[in-house]
Every structure is written in C-alpha cells, then in structure tokens.
C-alpha cells in the first residue's frame, strides 16, 4: 500500500440508476462521464491532476491537492446545475439524469489492487449516501444536491468567495456507521430533517445538532413548561382471601382515642378517597389555598370545594 497522500475527493452519484432498463443505464453513464469531465476541465483540473475510480452508478475524482478547489465548487455550483437541465432538455422521462455530489479533503492510500483506502474517503461515501442528501435531491426543483465535508467548508465556503455564497450552505449531522458526520448542504434542508423519525438531522444557521441520545417531546408538548407531579391518592383495593363485609357507617359523633385514625368509610367503586393526615394538602405540586373546610385531618369523600368561601364551587 502507498503512503497516504492529501486528496481532494469528488464524488458523483446518479439518482434512481436502478430503476432503468440497460439501455438507459448506459445511456446516464455516458452522460455522467460527460458532466464530470466538462465540470473539471472547466475548473482547471486536467487528467494528469485526477484519478477516476468508476462505481456503476456513481465517479470517484481523487484530485490532486494543489487544484483549485474554489474553482471546482464555483463549477459545481454554477456550470453542472446548467448541463444537467441541457442534457435533460432533449432527454425522454425515463432517461432524466439528476445528480447527489460530495466534495471532501483528507488522506487517502492506494493498496496493491488499486483500492482506495481511507477513512476520509469513507466519510465523504457516506456522505454521498446519506438519506439527507437523497431527500434534498427529491425536494428541489433542479437536478442536483451537493453536501460538502467540515474541513472543505472551514477552509473554503466560510469564507465566502464569489460564486460560492457561505449563507447557501446550512450545517447538517448525517448519522452513519462510523457514527455522526458534520457536513454542509448547498441549498434548503429538507423537511423534515430533524431528527424525528429520520436518522440525519439538519440544522439551518449553524446551530447545534439535536441530541439523538434524549428521549424526543412528544409532538406538540411544550417543553418548558414544568411537569406537574400527579397527586398522591389510596383506594380500597379489596384482599381476594378475605371475605367481602358491608361498610359501616361512621358516626361523626363518636370520639376518637388520642393517636388513633378514624375509621375509613368504604369508597363507592371508580371513587377515589383522598386521605389527609393534617397539614396543607398539595394536588400537582401545588399548595392548595383558600378555604378548607373539615379537612384539617382525617379522611374526605365526595365533592371537595377549595379557593373560595361561603360554599361554593372552584
């Protein structure tokens, strides 16, 4: 295997290739070479500064670092948008050619079977393939969707150089078996890129990524506001080993010894009893104010009226 070298990496990738017929395919891979050979060569990137590996449906570029790659994005960006829509002009439906791009930088090795091998290159194919980068292709109207890695956009789009607007490009974090990549998409982000339901999420400003690790509100819910405690209360759950007995009326007149709880009256089935053993009563959290009538200890059933005076109701 060679020793890693500084690449930039160009990759290309057809749109519903698989859906075609033979011919067809031919016909878009023709096309293909086409659009990447005119876009480089329009960039300033000749053969002798480039290594094309074909992937079927999909060109790997790995070009030479000292190529411009203002230039190529500035291409990317203004000429393959414009032969795209000049090949699909004069193309039938079922010959529609649309393009998902990547472009990225790092290190990459040749190995003794002229494989590629690099985690760079590994980043940028996931890249490519990422469900984000499909669903911008699918949304816009024109036939082509490009995402570019961290380092080609720290070291070339921020900086805004005409033909390359830094406020077109939106962070994203594309989920992938090596894990989250931090990436660039040229144009809108797709609805629905949030990380609900989807594994990349796209974030629109630069902001930072989603956690994937919480646990999601539900839709609608509003985060923050505080959550409420449910009030604490005991119902009668019968023992089946014992022998169901009438409840017995509990006479509010008869004492009570010191210490002792008064005897709990039955609750109606469905009721819930609740039981306070002095104090100030809490529902929710909440101290509960006003009035409270007969509930300085002991038990309370039926209709409770708290906040007001004089009876009536809340």
């Not at 649309?98 to 091998?117: F, K, S």
């Not at 962070?171 to 090596?178: F, H, I, R």
């Not at 505080?226 to 007995?245: F, I, K, L, Q």
Request: hydrophobic share 35%; glycine share 10%.
């Amino acid at each position: 295997m060679t020793d890693p070298v500084s690449r930039t990496i160009l990759l290309l990738d057809i749109e519903k290739y698989s859906d075609r017929d033979d011919v067809e395919q031919a016909y878009l891979r023709r096309m293909l070479y086409d659009i990447t050979d005119r876009a480089l060569e329009s960039a300033g990137i000749d053969e002798r500064l480039r290594l094309r590996a074909d992937r079927g449906d999909s060109v790997m570029e790995l070009i030479d670092a000292n190529a411009s790659v203002t230039a190529l994005l500035r291409t990317l960006l203004a000429e393959v948008p414009e032969l795209l829509r000049a090949v699909n002009r004069t193309a039938s439906s079922s010959a529609q050619i649309r393009l998902r791009g990547v472009v990225a930088t790092g290190y990459v090795a040749v190995d003794e079977h002229d494989g590629w091998v690099g985690s760079d290159l590994n980043h940028a194919c996931r890249l490519l393939d990422a469900r984000l980068l499909r669903a911008a292709l699918r949304e816009r109207p024109d036939d082509f969707a490009l995402c570019v890695s961290a380092g080609v956009h720290a070291g070339i789009v921020r900086h805004d150089h005409p033909g390359i607007p830094a406020q077109d490009f939106h962070a994203v974090t594309v989920d992938s078996k090596n894990g989250p990549l931090r990436a660039w998409l040229h144009g809108p982000v797709p609805h629905g890129a949030d990380g609900r339901g989807e594994d990349d999420h796209g974030e629109r400003g630069g902001a930072p990524a989603p956690d994937c690790s919480g646990e999601s509100p539900a839709p609608g819910a509003d985060v923050s506001a505080p959550r409420a405690e449910p009030a604490e209360a005991t119902t009668a759950v019968p023992d089946p080993h014992e022998p169901s007995r009438p409840a017995q009326p509990v006479d509010p007149a008869q004492p009570v010894e010191p210490g002792q709880r008064p005897a709990r009256p039955a609750a109606l089935p469905g009721n819930v009893v609740f039981d306070f053993g002095g104090g100030s009563p809490s529902f929710g959290g909440s101290l509960v104010s006003g009035d409270q009538h007969g509930v300085s200890g002991g038990h309370v059933t039926g209709d409770v009226h708290l906040g007001r005076s004089g009876g009536e109701p809340a």
